[in-house]
């Protein structure tokens, strides 16, 4: 079952990671781009994308990175995960960057470079 934690329409591409993302210490606030060489997104960039991962880990202060980025305009349009933490839920409703959890198994359906929109106020919040 689907989880609205941050409501919002958006019409994007998604980039997905295998790996979960510790926002403090992988993605830098200035480029957007993730920077942890044993990261699976490695080099590439956040921005625009609808950004799909298992969960986030590390310290609360990832939820200022998120915010960072958000203010810096190079922000994913969304977030879509298994499992959203305290970082990523605040960071995302701090930032207005809407997030929605998903089962294994719908997480398992999506994958890299697919278009989606993600409208929250949809019975189902991801439409093909």
Do not use: W
Not at 23 to 42: A, C, P
Not at 65 to 80: C, E, G, H, R
Request: net charge positive; hydrophobic share 40%.
């Amino acid at each position: 079952m689907n989880k609205v934690l941050v409501a919002g329409k958006v019409n994007g591409t998604i980039l997905k990671s295998k790996d979960s993302i510790n926002f403090l210490g992988t993605v830098d606030k200035k480029t957007r781009i993730i920077s942890d060489k044993n990261h699976d997104l490695y080099n590439k960039s956040l921005k625009d994308s609808i950004l799909v991962f298992p969960s986030g880990v590390g310290s609360s202060v990832g939820a200022y990175t998120i915010y960072s980025i958000k203010s810096n305009d190079v922000a994913p349009l969304a977030m879509i995960c298994k499992k959203a933490d305290l970082t990523v839920a605040t960071g995302c409703a701090l930032a207005n960057i809407p997030l929605i959890t998903i089962s294994e198994q719908e997480f398992s359906s999506l994958e890299n470079g697919m278009k989606i929109t993600l409208d929250t106020e949809n019975s189902t919040p991801i439409l093909h």
